[in-house]
């Protein structure tokens, strides 16, 4: 597979992440710790599923291709349904926790690479070598979750609480998007 072929399904792969760092930046300060979590994390787990769906082969796909849209979506639905939440709480309650910690940022991280699981797949079946592609989308995927939290800070530091919700929104519908697409093509 050509380094042009690689890098333009990294850039794919690292939309969902773009946009999800986008909207976890509402949340978080700009400093650099809680931007490195969100950019390590979601480059590392778009980098691993490849790997991991590389090297399960055809073992596991029926069962991939039946429940990695869902997962998706429960995982976006559940943290955006927190951020509206957020959104529409009295301005000094916080409901949403940064999410750069815990178990949010590994269910973001799920969420935003599960697809990364079938490319792996895919390259398999191809016989392509997994550890550029994956080493590639896992690197344009931190640097684009890095811009989209600088991205999402500044709005959110611009136009407040409000934004919040139009977040939680976005998580919930890049999910519906996710079992959409897989169910109609």
Not at 15 to 28: E, H, N, Q, T, W
Not at 107 to 123: E, F, H, K, R
Not at 161 to 171: A, F, H, I, T
Request: with cysteine.
């Amino acid at each position: 597979m050509s380094l042009t072929a690689t890098f333009l399904i990294a850039l794919s792969m690292a939309m969902d992440a773009f946009a999800v760092s986008m909207c976890s930046g509402l949340k978080i300060e700009p400093g650099p710790r809680p931007v490195f979590r969100i950019a390590f994390h979601f480059g590392l787990f778009q980098a691993l599923m490849p790997i991991i769906g590389w090297l399960s082969g055809k073992t596991i796909e029926p069962l991939v291709h039946n429940l990695d849209h869902w997962v998706a979506f429960g995982l976006l639905a559940f943290v955006g349904i927190r951020m509206i939440r957020s959104g529409l709480s009295k301005y000094g309650e916080e409901i949403v926790k940064d999410p750069s910690r815990g178990w949010t940022m590994v269910m973001l991280s799920i969420a935003v690479s599960i697809d990364a699981l079938a490319i792996g797949l895919s390259l398999a079946f191809l016989d392509v070598d997994i550890w550029t592609p994956a080493m590639v989308i896992g690197l344009v995927t931190g640097a684009l979750s890095l811009i989209g939290l600088r991205v999402g800070n500044g709005v959110g530091r611009r136009f407040g609480k409000p934004v919040e919700v139009l977040g939680g929104l976005v998580l919930i519908g890049i999910g519906a998007r996710i079992v959409v697409s897989h169910l109609v093509g």
